[in-house]
């Protein structure tokens, strides 16, 4: 039986349609990032939201197989730790896209109206209406918005139901992409900082997206420009735009900070947040019940996937080309012991396989082996492939398509 270790909180019915798979669940979701290590066990799926994942963990985890992130972004996670133990790590992309958007939006217009800053009035009995009567409001006004991946689009969807010019820029969008959603097309990020009223940031974070949010962007925004970011912290250069904020009037809307807690419940102290221009909240975008539901629903479909075809939906880990030099075809009769002497064979010749598949024709009594080689094997390896008739009935090889 497959044992499931869940070490962040997931919906109860959710946990209970894992173990409606036959799953051993333990569901532990007050275990640390330093507490895994010590828990992990026989656990061969983890299952994770924020907790982080490190190279401790994944080195005491005996029989881990894979990771799942109950989410999208996969920065909490060792990826090369899990690669050099044959890990697999998959995520639940896009589904808290709506859930983040919302949020984006949120903040957007709590900056706007000044809406925290009303009720925290109200609530030591002030009356400030005078005072907080002066906003903008945003039709009309020009959103950028920076990654047009899910949440990009989920986020643009709702700018133009509230009558926004909506402007897009990401490295994989092209003009007539931006077109087909309705949205104007952005050739670089400078343009966009420099042209909208709303700067909103949805991007992974990896080696180039890290601090791309610095002085020259910031400096490029308008005065009282909002700065929306509820990707990761680190997109953004959090000195620079402090000094963007007290210098220019930026104003800042902030679901992700720098060096933020990993845990839940924790004590928390930054310069940034208690600067009157910031709207903050703690890390919850994809926090809503439905988009927990969903991701949950997501990382099931995944662990079935797994547990029915072999198959790791969403897998991230995985080289994407093979280099081999050649590939070896093997058509053969569909019995047991066949691939097992051809893999015998290679094995002698010293040569060894980077990929294979194999594909089994109606009836279930042949099929044709794809195995992808560092080396070109020797005639005499075919001839004696071909010399197995009882199990192999053609061999031969064709150049690699890597």
Known sequence: MFKVLIADKLPEEKV????????????????????????????????????????????????????????????????????????????????????????????????????????????????NKKKYAKADGIKGKTIGIAGFGRIGRAVAQRALAFEMNVMAWDVFLTPEGAKQAGVQYCDTLHDLCSQADVITAHLPLTDETNGLFGPQQFAAMKPNAIFINTSRGEIHDEEALLQAMNERGLRAGLDVFHNEPSSGDHTFDAPILTHPNLVGTHHIGASTNQAQLSVASEAIRIIRGFLEHGQIANCVNLKTQVKSTCQLIVRHFDKVGVLAAVMEQLREADINIAEMSNTVFHGAQTAVATIQLNKVPPDSLIEQLESMNDMVIQAMVTQSKS
């Open 16 to 127: 209970d349609e894992m173990e409606a798979l036959g799953l051993d669940v333990v569901n532990a979701p007050q275990l640390t990032a330093g507490e895994l290590p010590a828990n992990i066990n026989e656990a061969n799926i983890l299952c994770v939201r924020s907790t982080k994942v490190t190279k401790e963990t994944i080195n005491a985890a005996k029989d881990l197989i894979l990771i799942i992130r109950v989410g999208s972004g996969v920065n909490t996670i060792d990826l090369d730790a899990a690669s050099q133990k044959g890990i697999y790590v998959a995520n639940c992309p896009g589904k808290n896209a709506i859930a983040v958007a919302e949020l984006a939006m949120g903040l957007m217009l709590s900056i706007d109206r000044q809406i925290p800053q009303c009720t925290a009035d109200l609530r030591a009995n002030l009356w």
